[in-house]
Nanobody, 124 residues
Framework: QVQLVESGGGLVQAGGSLRLSCAAS????????MAWFRQAPGKDREFVAT????????AYADSVKGRFTISRDNAKNTVYLQMNSLKPEDTAVYYC?????????????????WGQGTQVTVSS
């Protein structure tokens, strides 16, 4: 079992930056691959970024590639999402997710553990 708590969301102007954090409970964080998903009003939850257990492998949605960076600090049981050059279409609730296993997955259904979400709003 792992519990996830996101933080770092807020209101930012287009072109600005935010860094989201996701703190995980437990002593087995290193055995989990992690991901960020987002859900805009009236839309399905969608994949944003994922990272494997070591941080050595990552993947991104095409819509955020080159602007967002996922990373993790296994000593702090924390995964991050650095978001640069934000656009109004990035506005959504951002969710942290975890799955037991060392490889990453981009599918929402692969993740068993979810945080409560943090709101990101980008104004034009």
């Amino acid at each position: 079992q792992v519990q996830l708590v996101e933080s770092g969301g807020g209101l930012v102007q287009a072109g600005g930056s935010l860094r989201l954090s996701c703190a995980a409970s437990g002593r087995t964080f290193i055995s989990y691959s992690m991901a960020w998903f987002r859900q805009a009003p009236g839309k399905d939850r969608e994949f944003v970024a994922t990272i494997n257990w070591s941080g050595g492998s990552t993947a991104y949605a095409d819509s955020v590639k080159g602007r967002f960076t996922i990373s993790r600090d296994n000593a702090k049981n924390t995964v991050y999402l650095q978001m640069n050059s934000l656009k109004p279409e990035d506005t959504a609730v951002y969710y942290c997710a975890a799955r037991s296993g060392t490889s990453y997955y981009t599918s929402l259904n692969a993740y068993a553990y979810w945080g409560q979400g943090t709101q990101v709003t980008v104004s034009s």
